[in-house]
Structures are given as structure tokens and as C-alpha cells.
């Protein structure tokens, strides 16, 4: 029986390679052209749920201010030990610290620095304004303003010193220098009768303090006899007729001129200080 023929033969291999190149092909897969480096995939991150976040912070802002509070209030860091006092004249700082009772050993925080400022203000008169602060981290710091004497009275052998407002602070045994004593002589004035002695002390203070500080340091005495009649006695024997304590910067305006244009003079008026007069040798 005779074989297969060349023809059958040769179509038999092509077939065989055909059907190998088909299967490597289909082992490698299709090309892709212009493939560069692989990349990395993507990094998973951690991230708590919003709920339990809120509660982690919630918890941390608690510790927090329990420390805070504790610090403040609890612990002995940041307790009341000491006074520091500036601003005295006349009082000692001993004086004002002992008014003062600052609470030592409490938490500075709760120092109550209002009822300090009342304390001082009402023990001791002589204290017109206090500021009360906290010194961080032991200390309170108390910054005193005396009231200044505008006007004296004599009582008794002793002396009442009389603030710019009116207001009797204090009793010395000796006056204080360059400070006028008041006089009143109005028991018989009918200014007596309607207006009452307090305002009329006020009206000579309120002379007092529109007084030029080098007019003020010569006057001796501010004579009252009635509401319009207030009269200065200076150094030297001069005299000043001031009348109401109205319109005072005007009228110490034109005795501070009248001063020094009629240095010879002994008696001045300026009780309408529109038309001043000078007068005497």
C-alpha cells in the first residue's frame, strides 16, 4: 500500500505548525504596547470611626481640665502667700496689709480681689481708689491712691483733712504744709439757713481746688461768710475777694494775672473776673 504523497505530507506540517504557533500565542496573551513599570497599589490607612474620635477628644479635654482645675484649686502651686503695695503716701504698706486681710494659703484664683478693694476703702478713708490684681503665681498686687488734702479744719487741737470733693478723711495732729485752713463764719448768714454748713464747706473746697497749686501753697485761710462770700487770706498779709465758688478757673486765671502785674498790692478782687481790682502798697 503506497504512503502519503509529498503534497499530503508538507500540508500535514503546516497544519501541525500553525496549530503550535496558535497555542503559544495564546499562552503569552496579546502584547501591550507601550506598557511601562508596574505601579504600586494603593496604601490603606487606619481612620477610627467619627463616633468613637468625638468620645477619645471628649475624654482628653476632660483630663485636661480636671488637671487645669486641679492646678488652681487643689494644689499648693498656686495659693495666696503674699501682698505687694505701691502707690502710699501718708499709710504704710503694713497699714494697708493688715486692712486689707488677703486670705493667705486659699487658691489665688478664689481670692475675692472685690471685697479686698471694699475693705480698704471703708477701714481706711484716706484711700480714695485701689486696684486689686492678681499676682501669678502667689501674690496680690495692691496699687493705692491717697486722697490729697485740699482744706483743713480745726477741731478740738487737731486738724480734718478735706479732699477736692468735700469729703472729710482723715483727723492729723498737725496740719500738713502749704494746705489752707477753713473758717466759717456764716452762723448769723441767712446762706446758712438754705443751704446748711456741709454745702458751704463744699463751696470753699470747691475754691480751694480751682486755686493755682502756687496761689494755693500762700493762702492761709479761706474765710466763708456766706454763699457768695468767700474771701482768702494769703502770705504777706494779702487778701483775695473770690465771692461764690463759681466760675473758678476764670477767676484763677485773673488773680494769677493780677499777682504778677500788681506785685505791690495787698487786696485783690475777682469776684467778677471780667472787671478784677488791686489795691493797697
Excluded: C
Aim: aromatic fraction near 4%.
Amino acid at each position: 500500500m503506497a504512503g502519503p504523497t509529498t503534497a499530503q505530507r508538507g500540508g500535514s506540517k503546516s497544519k501541525n505548525s500553525k496549530s503550535r504557533n496558535a497555542k503559544s500565542a495564546a499562552r503569552s496573551g496579546p502584547s501591550r504596547p507601550g506598557k511601562g513599570p508596574s505601579r504600586p497599589g494603593p496604601r490603606l490607612r487606619f481612620r477610627l470611626p467619627r463616633r468613637r474620635r468625638l468620645v477619645l477628644w471628649s475624654a482628653l479635654l476632660l483630663l485636661l481640665g480636671g488637671a487645669a482645675g486641679w492646678a488652681l484649686y487643689g494644689s499648693s502651686w498656686l495659693r495666696a502667700t503674699g501682698v505687694e503695695v505701691s502707690g502710699t503716701r501718708v499709710l504704710t504698706a503694713d497699714e494697708v496689709r493688715k486692712a486689707a486681710e488677703v486670705p493667705f494659703g486659699e487658691p489665688l484664683i478664689s481670692v475675692d480681689t472685690d471685697a479686698i478693694g471694699a475693705r480698704l476703702r471703708e477701714r481706711l478713708p484716706r484711700i480714695e481708689t485701689v486696684a486689686v490684681e492678681r499676682s501669678w503665681p502667689h501674690g496680690i498686687r495692691l496699687e493705692v491712691v491717697e486722697r490729697q488734702p485740699r482744706a483743713i479744719v480745726e477741731k478740738g487741737g487737731k486738724f480734718i483733712e478735706i479732699d477736692g470733693s468735700g469729703v472729710r478723711f482723715a483727723t492729723v495732729e498737725r496740719p500738713p504744709k502749704g494746705v489752707p485752713r477753713l473758717e466759717l463764719e456764716a452762723a448769723d448768714s441767712p446762706s446758712l439757713r438754705r443751704f446748711g454748713l456741709q454745702r458751704l464747706e463744699r463751696e470753699a473746697v470747691r475754691v480751694a481746688e480751682a486755686l493755682p497749686e502756687v496761689v494755693r501753697t500762700d493762702t492761709r485761710v479761706i474765710r466763708v461768710r456766706s454763699y457768695d462770700s468767700i474771701t482768702l487770706e494769703l502770705t504777706g498779709g494779702r487778701t483775695v475777694v473770690w465771692g461764690s465758688g463759681e466760675r473758678g478757673e476764670a477767676k484763677a486765671r485773673t488773680l494769677t494775672a493780677l499777682l504778677k502785674a500788681a506785685r505791690g498790692a495787698d487786696h485783690f478782687d475777682v469776684s467778677a473776673p471780667s472787671a478784677p481790682a488791686a489795691s493797697g502798697s
